[in-house]
Structures are given as structure tokens and as C-alpha cells.
């Protein structure tokens, strides 16, 4: 056994004098038994060191991956699409019905006893094309023009009395696809 | 052995109080006495608390003008002595099999490769059961990184002492460890 054994691990360490580890060194170079020695102590110290990472990692508390909260918040959101869209398909959002008239069909007059107090103006819009070509419609790519009619009733339009009661204007309009009005013919 | 100052591995700055120097040391040491706790026998609950309150009183020694030598060293001390304080037991858990069944070594490694690390493992374990409770702490500062000056204030024991404790410590283990 060499007697320079006994410093090995403090030269591995690095904690002999700067004169004592060349010396230490330059032994080492040469005795095969020194450098095996050395080898082991360093194996050990690595073997050593991985225990007590193996400990730490062993008592650490589990850790959560980093991709959980985003999978889950993936999950929770792709859930909440799928029924946001699943209810707009069963419970459609409530729209008026279009009207069927034509443009120049009579709007029937509403009834001034069943309405108490002055009423405003009503509206209908629908297309001009609807009528005439049916399902049709829905293969138009452009805009058709429109006509609207406005059910005025006689009071909103004169003074008390200057009319009799019940009496009702139509107002047929027909508005570009421009958003300009063509035509408006105004009857009763 | 060399009683001389030697450099620490950490070239520390100047620190004041509450500066991104305490910050900067924090990181760094945090993981190393986290470890050296955990070894020691602490939950990793105690460990943090006993980390935390360890940077605490580091921020009262700094703030109330104290040395700033070896800070490293003064942290492992700290560390040490609370975990004593909390738990008079500690040392007797290192070297026990691991908890959990090891299964953390199963990353990226083949079984034949995860069967014998285990293997090494609980040699390790079975030797260091056979340790002192002064080498089993030379050994544990000394994988914290630790000088053996700084291991010899921490432990309340001569530097001298210190190199031969880990001498006869890193002997004991090649032998029993059979690496």
C-alpha cells in the first residue's frame, strides 16, 4: 500500500496544498494501484451523490407535469364549444317569421279597439323574389331588391279627429340592394 | 490538510439585505440544503420550512451588519443545527431503502439498466447504514458542495478531522459498495 493512499481523496477534493497534490499528482501518474484507487473513490462519490438525489427525488412530492393544466384547460374549453354548439343546434335562436306576402298583397288592417292608445307604425320586409321563385332564393348569390310595408294608422299621421277612427294607410316601399329607396306608393 | 482560505465553488458578492445577491444565492443553494436536509432525515415539508427560515435569519444577519464570510458555509450550519433542533432522530432514516419503490429511475433507461442502478443504490444504502453520524454528515456536506473547512464549522470539528473522517468514510463505502 502507498503511503501517498491516504491523500487521495483529499487531492481529489482539491483540498491539499498546491506543492503536496503535484506531488501527489505526479505518484499517481505512475502507480497503477493509486490510479485504480482513484477511480474507485470517484465512482463512489458519484454513486453517492446519485443516492441522495435518488432520496430527494423519492421524498419530493409527486410533481404535476407542466402539460396537465394545459391539457385540462384544453379539455374544459373543446367541453365548452361542443355544448355551446350542441344547444344552438337544439334550441335555435328565436327568429321572426318571414312574411309570405308579396309586395302588393294587402296587409290586413289591425284592429284600432284591440291596440288601446295610439300605435307606431308596423313593418314587414321580405324579398320580392321570394314568392316568384320559391326555394330558388336560396341559390342567389347576389342581393334582391326589397319591399317593405308600413302599416300607419291615421292618427299617428293627422290630428284627433281629423280623421275617422279605424283608418289605416299602407306604405309600400321598395328599397335597392343599395340600401335606396325605388318606390314608395302610399295607400289605404 | 490545507488550513489556508480556499475559494468557494459559488463566488459570492457582496450582499446587503433584501438584494438580488440573496436572491442569486437562494437559487443556488436552495436544491443543495433541500438535498442535505432530505438526507438527513427531514420530510420535504420540514426541509423547505427549515430552508426558509434559514434564509430568514440570513436576511436578520445581513440586515443587522453580520460577517459575510463564508455564507455558504453559515447557511449549511444554520440548516444543520435547526434540523437537529426539530428532529434529535434524523440520522438514523439515511440509508434506509427508498421510498416510492425507486420507480423514478425507469426514465429514459432499460430495465437491465434501471435493475442495476437499483441494485447500486441499495448498497449504497446498506453501506451508508454501517457510516457514523459524523461521516454520514462529512459525506452529505461534502456532496453539498462544501470545503472542508467550511464542513468542520459546520459540524464543530477541525478541518484535520474533517479529511480523515472522509477518508475513512469514501473507504468504507468502496469497500461495502464493491464499485
Not at chain 1, 454513486?47 to 432520496?55: G, H, I, L
Not at chain 1, 409527486?62 to 384544453?74: D, F, I, N, Q
Not at chain 2, 444565492?25 to 436536509?37: G, M, T
Request: proline letters at 6%.
Amino acid at each position: 500500500m502507498c503511503d501517498v493512499q491516504g491523500k487521495l481523496i483529499a487531492w481529489l477534493d482539491r483540498e491539499l496544498p498546491t506543492a503536496e497534490a503535484s506531488e501527489v499528482e505526479r505518484h499517481i501518474e505512475q502507480c497503477r494501484e493509486c490510479q485504480r484507487w482513484v477511480a474507485t473513490y470517484g465512482h463512489v462519490s458519484e454513486t453517492f451523490d446519485a443516492y441522495c438525489n435518488a432520496v430527494m427525488v423519492a421524498k419530493e412530492p409527486r410533481r404535476v407535469s407542466r402539460w396537465v393544466p394545459v391539457l385540462a384547460s384544453s379539455l374544459v374549453a373543446a367541453l365548452i364549444i361542443l355544448l355551446v354548439l350542441l344547444r344552438g343546434r337544439v334550441e335555435p335562436v328565436p327568429v321572426l317569421a318571414p312574411t309570405v306576402a308579396t309586395a302588393s298583397a294587402p296587409v290586413p288592417a289591425p284592429s284600432l279597439a284591440a291596440v288601446p292608445g295610439p300605435r307606431k307604425p308596423t313593418m314587414r320586409r321580405h324579398h320580392m323574389a321570394q314568392a316568384s321563385r320559391g326555394e330558388e332564393r336560396f341559390t342567389q348569390g347576389q342581393p334582391m331588391d326589397t319591399a317593405i310595408q308600413i302599416a300607419i294608422p291615421a292618427e299617428a299621421m293627422f290630428p284627433p279627429g281629423a280623421m275617422p277612427a279605424g283608418v289605416n294607410f299602407i306604405a309600400d316601399l321598395r328599397i335597392a340592394p343599395d340600401g335606396s329607396v325605388q318606390q314608395v306608393r302610399l295607400r289605404q | 490538510m490545507s488550513d489556508d482560505s480556499v475559494p468557494l465553488a459559488l463566488p459570492l458578492p457582496r450582499l446587503s439585505a433584501g438584494s438580488a445577491g440573496v436572491t442569486k444565492l437562494y437559487r443556488e443553494l436552495r436544491r443543495p440544503l433541500l438535498r442535505y436536509l432530505i438526507c438527513l432525515g427531514l420530510t420535504c415539508d420540514e426541509a423547505q420550512d427549515v430552508v426558509q427560515d434559514a434564509f430568514v435569519s440570513l436576511q436578520r444577519h445581513l440586515s443587522s451588519g453580520g460577517g459575510q464570510e463564508n455564507i455558504r458555509g453559515w447557511l449549511f450550519r444554520v440548516v444543520h443545527n435547526q434540523a437537529r433542533n426539530r428532529q434529535t432522530s434524523y440520522d438514523r432514516r439515511f440509508g434506509e431503502e427508498l421510498d416510492g419503490g425507486m420507480d423514478f429511475l425507469a426514465d429514459s433507461a432499460t430495465p437491465e439498466q434501471v435493475l442495476l442502478r437499483k441494485e447500486k443504490l441499495r448498497r449504497v444504502a446498506a453501506a451508508i447504514q454501517l457510516l457514523t453520524e459524523c461521516e454520514r454528515e462529512c459525506l452529505l456536506l461534502r456532496a453539498g458542495g462544501l470545503r472542508y473547512r467550511e464542513i468542520g464549522e459546520v459540524l464543530g470539528i477541525a478541518t484535520s478531522t474533517v479529511g480523515d473522517t472522509v477518508e475513512r468514510a469514501m473507504r468504507k463505502l468502496a469497500e461495502k459498495c464493491n464499485v
